[in-house]
């Protein structure tokens, strides 16, 4: 299994920016699938975005198209999300995930591995 450390949560006010980083250790990297997604109080855990293992194919939901941004850095064991003008609803914990050997994935249960999550609170 791989291990995954979020950080980068933080409190914001809407139309703000902010940057998650997920680091990863144990198994080689580069042969997992990489999702973040993320549960809101009384809400199911959904998926925000995803990246391949060759880091150039990304996938996102409506929700999070065009505000959003997944990338990866294989050598350094790290995938980034950058989140662009936030809103009060993006407000969550957010948890990135990887899927062993994978091309896709948007299910929670899709994933084997999870970190502990970072806090993303976005103020109005």
């Known amino acids: 299994q791989v291990q995954l450390v979020e950080s980068g949560g933080g409190l914001v006010q809407a139309g703000d920016s902010l940057s998650l980083s997920c680091a990863a250790s144990?198994?080689?990297?580069?042969?997992?699938?990489i999702g973040w997604f993320r549960q809101a109080p009384g809400k199911a855990r959904e998926f925000v975005a995803g990246?391949?293992?060759?880091?150039?194919?990304?996938s996102y939901p409506n929700s999070a198209e065009g505000r959003f941004t997944i990338s990866r850095d294989n050598a350094k064991n790290t995938v980034y999300l950058q989140m662009n003008n936030l809103k009060p609803e993006d407000t969550a914990v957010y948890y990135c995930?990887?899927?062993?050997?994978?091309?896709?994935?948007?299910?929670?249960?899709?994933?084997?591995?999870w970190g502990q999550g970072t806090q993303v609170t976005v103020s109005s």
């Open positions: 995930a990887a899927r062993y050997w994978a091309l896709s994935g948007t299910a929670p249960g899709d994933f084997g591995s």
């Open positions: 990246i391949q293992r060759n880091a150039r194919t990304t």
């Open positions: 144990g198994r080689t990297f580069s042969d997992y699938f």
